[in-house]
């Protein structure tokens, strides 16, 4: 079973760079046919996916972020990470770090971590 747990500072400031890493167990991050995925949720709102790697090592991004966000891996330590520039208050949101056969986009979908808060002051 595939398990995954996110880590990173809890508080950033406004116009830093937010970065988190995912770590897994249960399978490597080259093994066929999984993405691994970065997602968030604002207090109040649904849940934006934010990107994807695939076990090929292709990523996709969510166009609205796409300009600040960069997803990458290193597969000796079998992690994976999300950095997101320029970070406004408005970035502000619980962060989660998933796994599927494809896009995870709600709970519904795949294997999640646990989420970290992430909130960026002004």
């Known amino acids: 079973q595939v398990q995954l747990r996110e880590s990173g500072p809890g508080l950033v400031k406004s116009s830093q760079t937010l970065s988190l890493v995912c770590a897994v167990s249960?399978?490597?991050?080259?093994?066929?046919?999984?993405?691994w995925n970065w997602l968030r949720q604002s207090p109040g709102k649904g849940v934006e996916w934010i990107a994807y790697?695939?076990?090929?090592?292709?990523?996709h991004y969510n166009p609205s972020l796409k300009s600040r966000a960069a997803i990458s891996w290193d597969t000796a330590r079998n992690h994976f990470t999300l950095q997101l520039t320029s970070v406004t208050p408005e970035d502000t949101a619980m962060y989660y770090c998933?796994?599927?056969?494809?896009?995870?986009?709600?709970?519904?979908?795949?294997?999640w971590g646990q989420g970290i808060q992430v909130t960026v002051s002004s």
């Open positions: 790697k695939t076990w090929r090592n292709n990523t």
């Open positions: 998933a796994s599927g056969q494809g896009q995870v986009t709600d709970h519904g979908q795949g294997s």
């Open positions: 249960g399978t490597s991050l080259t093994m066929a046919p999984y993405h």
